[in-house]
């Protein structure tokens, strides 16, 4: 059994800045695919970034490329996302999820492909 623990949420202004942390638990998290995904208010949740087993092969939607940086430090069983030039849009609980399957595209898009989730964190951005 894996937990995934994140922290990093909160209120920011458009073009702010946050980076989330997802803290994993288990010694087995170095094989796993990680991904991030969000849950909009009054929408279903929706992939956001992902990320493979060495950290060789990221995957972002289109909304966030340019702006959000996923990474992972293995020895340290976290994944990261920066996210930078934050826009109202983004608002959302955000969910860090692990793949045991290590999952690539496009099955990495599909939450259902997912194995562990976090309990996530709200990302409120002000205009």
């Known amino acids: 059994q894996v937990q995934l623990v994140e922290s990093g949420g909160g209120l920011v202004q458009t073009g702010g800045s946050l980076r989330l942390s997802c803290a994993a638990s288990?010694?087995?998290?170095?094989?796993?695919?990680m991904g991030w995904f969000r849950q909009p208010p009054g929408k279903e949740r929706e992939f956001v970034a992902a990320?493979?087993?060495?950290?060789?092969?990221?995957y972002y939607v289109d909304s966030v490329k340019g702006r959000f940086t996923i990474s992972r430090e293995n020895a340290k069983n976290t994944v990261y996302l920066q996210m930078n030039s934050l826009k109202p849009e983004d608002t959302a609980v955000y969910y860090c999820?692990?793949?045991?399957?290590?999952?690539?595209?496009?099955?990495?898009?599909?939450?259902?492909?997912?194995?562990?989730w976090g309990q996530g964190t709200q990302v409120t951005v002000s205009s």
């Open positions: 999820a692990a793949d045991r399957g290590n999952r690539g595209y496009p099955r990495v898009l599909n939450p259902y492909e997912y194995d562990y």
């Open positions: 990320i493979n087993w060495s950290g060789g092969s990221t």
């Open positions: 288990g010694r087995t998290f170095s094989s796993y695919a």
